[in-house]
Nanobody, 124 residues
Framework: QVQLVESGGGLVQAGASLRLSCAAS????????MGWFRQAPGKEREFIGA????????SYSDTVKGRFTISRDYAKNTVFLQMNNLKPEDTAVYYC?????????????????WGKGTLVTVSS
């Protein structure tokens, strides 16, 4: 069993930066690819990006590529989502997800564990 707890959400102005954290429980953190998803009000949850279990491979959606960066700290069992140049359309609940795989492929249908989410609100 893996528990994921997101933190770092809040209210920021457009153009600002924010870093989300996702702390994972358990001793098998290094065997999980970690992903970030978000769900805006009235919309379906969407994939943002993922990082492989080794940390050597990342992938991003086109909507955030170049603005968002995912990294992970094995000593702290934590994955981060650095968000720069935030836009009002980035407003959403952001979810951390874990999939036990050596690839960086994380999709909504193959996630093993989900966090409860953290709200990010970007004002214009």
């Amino acid at each position: 069993q893996v528990q994921l707890v997101e933190s770092g959400g809040g209210l920021v102005q457009a153009g600002a930066s924010l870093r989300l954290s996702c702390a994972a429980s358990g001793r098998t953190f290094s065997t999980y690819a970690m992903g970030w998803f978000r769900q805006a009000p009235g919309k379906e949850r969407e994939f943002i990006g993922a990082i492989s279990s080794s940390g050597t491979s990342t992938s991003y959606s086109d909507t955030v590529k170049g603005r968002f960066t995912i990294s992970r700290d094995y000593a702290k069992n934590t994955v981060f989502l650095q968000m720069n140049n935030l836009k009002p359309e980035d407003t959403a609940v952001y979810y951390c997800a874990a999939r036990q795989t050596y690839s960086s492929y994380v999709a909504e249908y193959n996630v093993d564990y989900w966090g409860k989410g953290t709200l990010v609100t970007v004002s214009s």
